[in-house]
């Protein structure tokens, strides 16, 4: 190994070494005496530029490195391109190799140093001392980054408790939550005999269901206030007549989050639960799901769902960020976060739609277009409007006879968004544009310019349009064009190229030696994690899924299709992946606290007044980020 043919020295202040580790992870959270364990039996090796490290021909892996200035770069041979890729780097402060000595084997990356550099490595047995008595060491080795986004959460998450209380996680599987033992019935039963039945188990649903245990359809005390209220139908009545046919089910493994998520989305308090044969196993309630003290998802969704003045919205939105802070404390990531938000401006969308429809209806049916990180589900408590119509052209009405119908509705409809805490989009990227206001034909012709031109203003609405979803009216329109949409991309190799190159243009904000490139001289010390660390992630993936036919607009489930598809490696979709929600939590953490600061929301950081660990997770991060860009310029011979 290179690194026995260096001139080693003791480090002799021990007590300068414990300062330098108390300043990274994991070491920032161990106790001293295994500080001072290391310390003592740590060997410091200078390594020259370029200088090879470890290598896969060493061997066994026998000591652990870690960077105390300078930087390693680990080196794998890419055979298809015939050529040494660059994987990852490591800096100041981090360990390796942690994969191959825990394994007892060889590495299979080769580490060369990238400029002088000095390590500091401890031999196997006190390693292994660590790493029996440390639990902080050992969760680290076992897990990596994953500890670290750990690490971010629980800080977010104690944060959000302070206020709040505890209860159960949202990962917690639905068997945890399922009413076993069911209350079932045919669906022959009179209805009487079914209301019966519920109240004498005391519940507040019963599941009809067919021979073989699946669930056909439901009944809850809501749908008896409804028929007695409507008097219809008589209590005599069969209660498949009456019954919501076709219940939702989730499996027996779904957790508690994909359970709220449905509920919150189509506005109902009970789900089945199915082994894997559809069978009927259990029954879950929002009562079940959350005793929360203040709001719940499933409660506030609903609240805003049947909402009946403007004002009622608008006051609502202030229970959304209280909502942040619950959902945080209970074990909810960055990711469930987005989501849940998303789920909820959706909701209020839908209903300022509804009470327009109501009092103004254009007589026209149209499917409500979102673009951007609400297309994406991706939006946090900072968001604008970015939104659209498309409408099928009714037989003997032109298109734009359609639009003097709908665009003083969707004139409406965005002012009263506005109200609700969605801004007008300054670029006028809104449903009340008539550019916007299209005609399935003309929004297919729209795409057919806006792909064949390629134009530098095509690219730039590429990050918007790209990235789209429906939220109101049919789906099926939508889904057409964007199959369209996308046959067209795959066939027109310039226009990928083009987007690619485009999408480099949001570079990772690293300097060359590692250091945080800041915004501007205007900002100096000052990041922004949405242009500078999210959107190299959001428009590097763009590429790959619309090159590959991946019809999926959130960033995390693009990747996921890319691993199924054999684009993306599994290893690197999940270093991605990790990296993006851990600058997405600490862009949502910083919101946190602007917000109780009653401060104006953005997406500026100054790195200087983050914690060590919080910058050190933003460097890997960016550097993950670098690493997409590069598999994205090698593809594209960029």
Known sequence: MAAENQDTTRPQNTRAIMTFLREHAPFSNMDDPHLAHFAEHATLTFFSDGEEVLSPDDGVVKRFWVVKQGRIRGERYNEKDDRAETTFEISKGECFPLAALIGERPTRTLHRAAGDT??????QKPFITLFTESEPFRDFCLRGI?????????????????????????????????????IVCTPDLPVSKAVARMHENNVGSIIITDDNRHPTGIFTLR?????????????????????????????????????????????????CVVDDDNRLIGVVSERDLFSLQRVDLVHLARTIGTATHLSTLVSLRSEVSRLVDTMLAHGADSGQVVKIITTLNDVTVRRVLELNLKKNDPGIPFTWLTFGSEGRQEQTLLTDQDNGILFETPEGMTADQVREKLLPFARKVNDELAECGFTLCKGNIMASNPKLCLSDKEWDEWFIRFIDASTPQNLVYSSIFLDMRAVFGPYTPLHRLLETVLIRIQKNALFQKML????????????????????????KRVLDLKRQGLAPFVESIRVFALANGVEAANTLERMDELVKKGVFDSKDASAWKESYSLIQAIRMRAHQEMQAASEELTNYINPDDLNPLDRRILRESFRQAQRLQQKLELAYQL
């Open 146 to 182: 994953s500890s670290l986004l750990d690490q971010v959460n629980q800080s977010i998450q104690s944060t959000a408790m302070a206020s709040i209380g505890s209860s159960a996680s949202l990962d917690t599987p639905l068997e945890r939550y399922a009413l076993r033992n069911p």
């Open 223 to 271: 749908d008896l206030r409804m028929l007695i209220a409507e008097g219809t139908q008589s209590l005599d009545t069969p209660i498949q007549q009456v019954m919501t046919p076709d219940p939702c089910r989730l499996t027996a493994t779904a957790d508690a989050f994909e359970a709220a998520m449905l509920m919150a989305e189509h506005h109902f308090a009970h789900l």
């Open 500 to 523: 690619a190159g485009n999408a480099l243009q949001r570079k990772p904000p690293l300097t060359m030696f590692r250091n945080f490139r800041y915004l501007n001289e205007d900002k």
């Open 118 to 123: 000095f390590c500091l490595s401890i031999e």
